[in-house]
């Protein structure tokens, strides 16, 4: 499968505006989906916007283990794709 605007999403930090800025700035410039709905579950630390999934983790640059990678990061995002509000996309 190749690379498209159709199967990619923007992940940024939620709580982090410069972040959560360029996210937004990327997908209006490569014509990303904004009018798809949105969505959040506080539970799994997400939140999607179009095809922006903001994700609830550290700010710290450099996580301390693959445990930490996965429940700040992996996992939200997994849970974001799983949810449905990014369904009509192949990612």
Same mark, same amino acid.
């Given at each position: 499968m190749s690379i498209t605007k159709n199967n990619f999403i923007v992940v940024y930090v939620n709580g982090n505006s410069a972040s959560e800025e360029f996210a @937004?700035?990327?997908? &209006?410039?490569?014509?990303?989906?904004?009018?798809?709905? &949105? $969505? &959040?579950?506080?539970? @799994? $630390?997400?939140?999607?916007? $179009? @095809?922006?999934v903001g994700i609830n983790c550290s700010t710290t640059e450099i996580l301390l283990s693959e445990g930490d990678f996965d429940s700040e990061v992996l996992d939200p995002i997994r849970g974001a794709i799983s949810s449905g509000y990014l369904a009509p996309r192949n990612i």
């Open positions: @937004q700035y990327y997908a &209006s410039k490569h014509d990303m989906g904004i009018l798809y709905p &949105s $969505g &959040s579950s506080e539970a @799994q $630390g997400w939140t999607v916007n $179009g @095809q922006t």
